[in-house]
């Protein structure tokens, strides 16, 4: 397997490796006296829940419902790991997601032997370029070079962020990396706040400009 091939796995490792559980699902009897008092998301995100939920059979409600135990069971450490990468892949783009789940059919394909080399290799990287995969395949693949610009990112600036670097070619990116390993940690600060701003349009003369200085 070529090394681009392994880190598309990468990224399907980090983000669908152990998420299959979701939150308990009340029947929609349960909920009425809850329903008006919620901002009208949260109420349909609710309501979809029970009506899943009102819909199963017996046996289905018994197999969540063992799946919800063994869920309190984990480690509290392990549970929040969960939740970051179901997060992460709620967040990434319909296209990054389908490439992650093709990765990961890819990888079940493989004999035994390769998906032990490939888990070991994985979990031989730094817990920093691990963590940077559940940025998705696009971003994960140069988050090693851009760690210093997405570290500690204000929360208010981190989707558009996300989304300029994700319209930016892999040509960009790595000019970026360049600009960024130039600047001081003040710098990057001004720069990732920049970034946060671009139009797609403006990226490469954006880029050049701060590159010529």
């Known amino acids: 397997m070529s090394m681009t091939s392994r880190r598309w796995w990468w990224g399907a490792c980090a983000l669908l490796g152990g998420f299959t559980?979701?939150?308990?699902?009340?029947?929609?009897?349960q909920i009425a006296d809850v329903l008006p008092r919620l901002q009208p998301e949260a109420r349909a995100a609710l309501e979809r829940r029970?009506?899943?939920?009102s819909g199963w059979?017996?046996?289905?409600?018994?197999?969540?419902?063992?799946?919800m135990?063994?869920?309190?069971?984990?480690?509290?450490?392990e549970r929040d790991a969960v939740r970051e990468?179901?997060?992460?892949?709620?967040?990434?783009?319909?296209?990054?997601?389908?490439?992650?789940?093709?990765?990961?059919?890819?990888?079940?394909?493989?004999?035994?032997?390769?998906?032990?080399?490939?888990?070991?290799a994985y979990e031989a990287l730094d817990g920093s370029e691990r963590r940077g995969w559940l940025l998705g395949p696009v971003v994960g693949r140069d988050y090693p070079a851009l760690q210093p610009l997405l570290a500690q990112v204000p929360l208010e600036e981190h989707a558009a962020l996300l989304a300029a670097l994700r319209a930016m070619t892999p040509e960009q990116r790595r000019d970026l990396a360049v600009?960024?390993?130039?600047?001081?940690?003040?710098?990057?600060?001004?720069?990732?706040?920049?970034?946060?701003?671009?139009?797609?349009?403006?990226?490469?003369?954006?880029?050049?400009e701060r590159l010529d200085r």
């Open 50 to 53: 029970a009506g899943q939920w």
């Open 21 to 29: 559980l979701q939150a308990a699902s009340p029947t929609l009897d």
């Open 85 to 120: 990468r179901y997060l992460a892949w709620q967040a990434l783009p319909a296209s990054e997601r389908a490439s992650v789940m093709a990765a990961a059919t890819r990888y079940q394909g493989l004999a035994a032997e390769e998906r032990v080399t490939l888990r070991e």
């Open 179 to 208: 600009l960024v390993q130039r600047s001081s940690p003040q710098e990057r600060d001004h720069l990732r706040s920049e970034l946060a701003t671009l139009e797609q349009a403006g990226i490469s003369a954006w880029l050049w």
């Open 57 to 67: 059979s017996a046996a289905e409600r018994d197999s969540f419902q063992q799946r």
């Open 69 to 77: 135990l063994a869920w309190d069971e984990l480690p509290r450490g």
